[in-house]
């Protein structure tokens, strides 16, 4: 075996062979700036993660506010905090999520339960009851993105008092590999 500085080269090499011509020594400012793109990329929170935006939508009767991230990354858990408020009285706050909203995501638990829940006019209903003028309501979802959600889902959140839709605010997450 040929023996140059501290490495052994094995039977057949010649120390000129191993020896890289120097300008692929140095890394190439391409790949830096690359590099250094993806990374700053990454603490913009474009792949994900990064402050979470809320969303808020008013109405005479109640404001909404919707508190998620916009950008996750599948597998990753999540929260989702959905605020309203009552302006007039309400007989039956009532939270609408369309089923399109949470395909492919498990929802691990809602803080506080609804009081009753059903499906129709194609959403999820969640009704929360009377909330009367001033009152308000913060609601807390966890879940999980699932593998098979692939780029994304939307959808809405709404408020209504019984049948009666209030304010809506469309919601879409985008969901990265």
């Given at each position: ?6 490495a ?44 979470a ?27 989702t905090?959905i605020?309203?408020?009552?302006k ?19 929802i691990?638990?809602t803080?506080?339960?609804?009081a ?11 009704h ?18 699932n ?17 009666r ?13």
């Amino acid at each position: 075996m040929a023996k140059t500085g501290f490495a052994t080269l094995p039977e057949g090499i010649a120390p000129e062979q191993a020896r890289l011509p120097a300008q692929r020594r140095r890394p190439r400012l391409l790949s830096l700036i690359v590099l250094a793109a993806l990374m700053i990329a990454a603490l913009a929170g474009l792949f994900g993660g990064g402050k979470a935006p809320t969303l808020i939508a008013r109405a005479p009767q109640a404001t909404l506010a919707v508190h998620t991230n916009r950008v996750l990354r599948n597998g990753v858990f999540f929260e989702t905090r959905i605020g309203i408020t009552a302006k007039a009285d309400l007989a039956d706050a009532t939270l609408l999520l369309p089923p399109g909203l949470w395909r492919d995501m498990t929802i691990n638990s809602t803080e506080p339960q609804a009081a009753s829940e059903d499906f129709k006019d194609g959403a999820f209903r969640f009704h929360y009851g009377k909330l009367a003028a001033g009152d308000a309501l913060e609601i807390k979802i966890d879940g999980q993105i699932n593998p098979p959600l692939f780029r994304g889902t939307r959808g809405y959140v709404a408020l209504a008092d019984g049948d009666r839709r209030l304010v809506s605010i469309p919601l879409s997450i985008t969901v990265l590999p």
